[in-house]
């Protein structure tokens, strides 16, 4: 049980974003994205990415909320 409150803890800490970033978002950030891993990104998703990572979301962030690995993240990021 210790072990779950922890992996809960740790996904919180990771999803606090500071009140200037979210200013910037319209989008209520409430529980991580089914994975997405081995599909292809889609136009919403490389849009989505872009605008969230300049408003100061961070890779690990970015994966929670996209259901992407954090590699997958930088490969996308560093391709478009």
Same mark, same amino acid.
């Given at each position: =049980?210790?072990? @779950?409150? !922890?992996?809960?803890? $740790? @996904? *919180? @800490?990771?999803?606090? #974003?500071?009140? !200037? *970033?979210?200013? !910037?978002?319209? $989008? &209520?950030?409430? $529980?991580?994205? %089914?994975? %997405?891993?081995?599909?292809?990104?889609?136009? +919403?998703?490389?849009? %989505? /990415?872009?605008? @969230?990572?300049?408003?100061? =979301?961070?890779? +690990?962030?970015?994966? #929670? /909320?996209?259901?992407?690995? $954090?590699?997958? !993240? %930088? &490969?996308? /990021?560093? #391709? #478009?």
């Amino acid at each position: =049980m210790a072990e @779950k409150d !922890n992996a809960l803890a $740790e @996904k *919180q @800490k990771v999803l606090e #974003i500071s009140e !200037n *970033q979210l200013a !910037n978002t319209t $989008e &209520k950030i409430s $529980e991580p994205s %089914r994975s %997405r891993s081995g599909k292809p990104w889609t136009a +919403q998703e490389e849009k %989505r /990415l872009i605008k @969230k990572k300049n408003a100061g =979301m961070t890779v +690990q962030q970015l994966s #929670i /909320l996209l259901g992407r690995s $954090e590699q997958a !993240n %930088r &490969k996308r /990021l560093a #391709i #478009i």
